[in-house]
């Protein structure tokens, strides 16, 4: 396959292209700026692209004397700065010494490598071949300072995609402050665009809106410290005829877990300014002599077919090329988590009886959550003193750990290691490792505050405190938690001049956590939670494979917010569990049916009392379980496809086809019934044509041509026995099928 870096040194014209994409911009000739010239379908190469340059003169400021035609305002730019003739938003900007935030940086040189470099403290995508990928690093030099820039752009082989990043670096003896660093900006030609995100809240994460561009700004952020509920560090601009399955989409995501800002802004000539990047609001970095900051990796996604072929480049790529250590590529236990079923009320005895109905299920992992650890009898207390609480365990978190093995299940423990209670050993010892202003009230939330992770002696007291469990007992997973947002952001470790930096730092605190935890204990399968899906993120994907999608387990609800994590998450991110009814968020009672057929499209796993179950519903639990296992690389590991969407329909429907398109499983979800119903059909995607499937074990098979053109067809026949129709039981709300086809041989 095609993958190379073509460059036209005559005109300096760079063009990334691997036979599906083509990325193209160019050194403009008296400012040696960059100037964005096309992002999309491939197209082929030529020698020369001046073609694509568009001056008029026009009314606006210009870069020099004489030239009517230098403004920025009216030039596609790759990372623009704002203050000389360009009055859009800016990519970068730069306070120097004198107080003044004009920058002029220039082309210098580039460098092509095989490959992709990691970046240093930051998540990123990676290869594992050098011929995987190719890099350019483009490198600039501030005329009015000895600050370089470097902008990194890799395209893949295999995926239609580019990764971005940016690198400052001072060589210069005077201190610099970095106000505006994004990760990446297009510039499109048009505004021809939809605009699609992710927002939500605590319960219902990730909703998706969809909503024409305007002249004007339009943004999404995150201000909490956190990627948080509110808004996922994605969007999508699409054209107003794109849909799930046919269309143009311009995906992008951030590879970051911090404050973020995604910005759309349309000027009154049309051009689109796409970026991506750390948020802006309440940044500043004090880059001193000889000091470099790397920006988060974005990550830019071209589709032709459909937002369905977005999410499936997104998938694959951060499923096997961000997601990494031992559990990349393994199928993922099924776990029961007790939170749902005790709460804080539980003791060694409780816990033991749910772990053994677990394992006479089948059910392969038991996750003890919060509670275990302190005087944690609610959520007012204990934590940042991670010591076990006897009373609750007598023979600690070592001691049950080696029962719950003994059953024949693997073990995991839930930590929420950035959070501390005033009434613990660690607040009474170390008041000044909390984010807070001294002399200012600060805020609470959920009963907790948020420990300064900006400060490398609080990382590695925690670490020391959880390493003290770890080493001790037989844990095999690990939920990390994380309840509440940050405000007052203060460091008493920070100078006044660096207290925009917290937020960046904190972020990097947790990922040095991490990266220490899983140095040390890779064989451990971590799980990120905030709350929910407060912290689904491509950047703690890079940590831990798989994310608690939201604490509301609801199965009708979960069709929403499973639905729009999969525009970005793969299944094997998404965790998805089958719970008690009345659910525990909105009070819906649906049938085990149902919750499962939703929670089978993610990680799998249960979060209910088994014990007060009944024996037929322990032994359809067990049916499903065997049925999962049977399937579950299919519905980790297959090419998911998106077919009807429950933000639209009452029907939602989606689907996983294996790799080679051998077999194939369908969900289909009704949320209220219909009387009287029409005839309906449901048209399959991502089949062979020629390949012939069984359905569901029975005698019926059809191939995959008339599965997609046709489609399953839900009204039944009853020629000739009309009577048994109406004594045919009524379908309820909340319905729902599942389609297992497996390709057979005619």
């Known amino acids: 396959m095609t993958k190379k870096i073509l460059i036209n040194k005559d005109t300096l014209e760079f063009h990334l ?11 403009m000739e008296k400012s040696n700026q960059l100037e964005h010239l096309y992002f999309g379908k491939k197209i082929n190469h030529r020698d020369n692209f001046q073609y694509l340059l568009e001056r008029e003169v026009r009314p606006s400021n210009n870069l020099f004397e004489g030239d009517h035609t230098s403004s920025f305002e009216h030039i596609k730019q790759e990372y623009p700065a704002f203050g000389t003739t360009d009055f859009r938003y800016p990519a970068h900007q730069i306070r120097y010494p004198q107080g003044d935030r004009i920058s002029d940086f220039q082309y210098d040189h580039f460098k092509v ?27 600039l030099k501030d005329s009015y300072s000895e600050m370089a820039l470097h902008l990194f752009y890799t395209i893949f082989a295999e995926y239609d995609a580019i990764a971005r990043s940016a690198k400052f670096i001072n060589h210069g003896k005077e201190d610099y402050y970095l106000k505006s660093v994004m990760s990446a900006n297009i510039d499109f030609p048009d505004k021809n665009f939809e605009f699609i995100h992710l927002n939500g809240a605590w319960a219902r994460e990730n909703q998706l809106e969809r909503k024409p561009v305007i002249t004007g700004v339009q943004s999404i952020g995150s201000t909490r410290g956190a990627s948080s509920h509110a808004h996922n560090p994605f969007f999508a601009l699409v054209r107003p005829d794109t849909t799930e399955h046919q269309g143009e989409v311009y995906g992008f995501s951030l590879i970051y877990s911090g404050n973020f800002l995604a910005q759309v802004e349309v000027d009154t000539y049309q051009v689109t300014r796409a970026m991506i990047g750390v948020n802006p609001f309440d940044f500043s970095w ?5 000091e470099e900051f790397q920006t988060p990796e974005a990550m830019i996604v071209y589709s032709d077919s459909g937002l369905n072929g977005m999410s499936q480049t997104f998938h694959e790529l951060y499923r096997t090329r961000l997601a990494r250590g031992q559990w990349r590529d393994r199928e993922r236990p099924i776990l029961i988590n007790n939170w749902e079923a005790t709460y804080f009320d539980f003791n060694e005895e409780k816990i033991l009886n749910i772990a053994k109905n677990a394992a006479d299920l089948g059910i392969e992992l038991f996750v003890l959550d919060d509670g275990w650890f302190g005087e944690r009898h609610d959520d007012t207390s204990s934590l940042g003193d991670w010591f076990v609480n006897k009373d609750k365990l007598p023979e600690g978190i070592n001691g049950l750990s080696k029962k719950i093995h003994e059953l024949g299940l693997k073990f995991g423990l839930w930590f929420e290691p950035e959070m501390i209670c005033k009434d613990t050993k660690l607040y009474k010892e170390h008041p000044d490792w909390i984010i807070h202003v001294p002399g200012k009230r600060f805020s609470h939330g959920r009963n907790q505050f948020v420990l300064d992770f900006s400060r490398n002696e609080v990382v590695e007291y925690i670490f020391k405190l959880m390493d003290d469990i770890l080493v001790d007992s037989e844990i095999d997973y690990i939920k990390w938690d994380m309840n509440r947002y940050i405000s007052e952001a203060f460091s008493n470790d920070l100078l006044p001049e660096q207290q925009g930096e917290i937020y960046h730092r904190y972020i990097l605190g947790v990922y040095r956590l991490y990266e220490k935890l899983i140095e040390k204990y890779p064989h451990i399968l971590f799980e990120s939670c905030a709350g929910g899906g407060g912290r689904l993120d491509p950047g703690m994907l890079y940590y831990a494979p798989q994310a608690w999608a939201s604490d509301d387990t609801d199965a009708v609800e979960r069709l929403k917010i499973q639905y729009g994590s999969s525009m970005v998450y793969p299944l094997s991110s998404i965790g998805s569990h089958v719970s008690a009814i009345p659910n525990h968020q909105v009070g819906r009672v649906t049938s085990l049916e149902m919750r499962t057929n939703v929670a089978y499209f993610g990680t799998f796993g249960y979060e209910l009392d088994l014990s007060v179950l009944s024996n037929e519903e322990k032994e359809q639990i067990k049916q499903d379980i065997e049925f999962y296992k049977m399937h579950r690389k299919l519905f980790q590991q297959g090419t998911f496809i998106r077919i009807s969407s429950p933000f639209t329909n009452n029907e939602t429907a989606w689907m996983v086809v294996s790799k080679d398109q051998s077999e194939a499983i369908i969900g289909h979800y009704e949320v209220l019934a219909k009387p009287n119903r029409p005839y309906e059909r449901l048209r399959l995607k991502g089949l062979a044509d020629d390949k012939l499937y069984q359905i569901n074990d029975t005698d019926i098979a059809r191939y995959g041509d008339d599965l997609m053109q046709i489609g399953l067809i839900f009204g039944e026949n009853f020629i000739g026995k009309a009577n048994e129709y109406w004594a045919k039981e009524k379908v309820k709300d909340y319905n729902s099928k599942l389609f297992y086809l497996k390709e057979i041989k005619c």
Do not use: C, H, M, W
Not at 17 to 27: C, D
Not at 286 to 290: A, G, H, R, Y
């Open 113 to 139: 490598f095989k490959g992709k470099p990691l970046l240093e403290g930051l998540p990123a995508t990676y290869v594992e071949d050098p011929d995987e990928a190719e890099t350019l690093e483009i490198v």
């Open 286 to 290: 004090q880059l001193k002599p000889n």
């Open 17 to 27: 292209t691997n036979g599906k994409i083509s990325y193209l911009f160019r050194v």
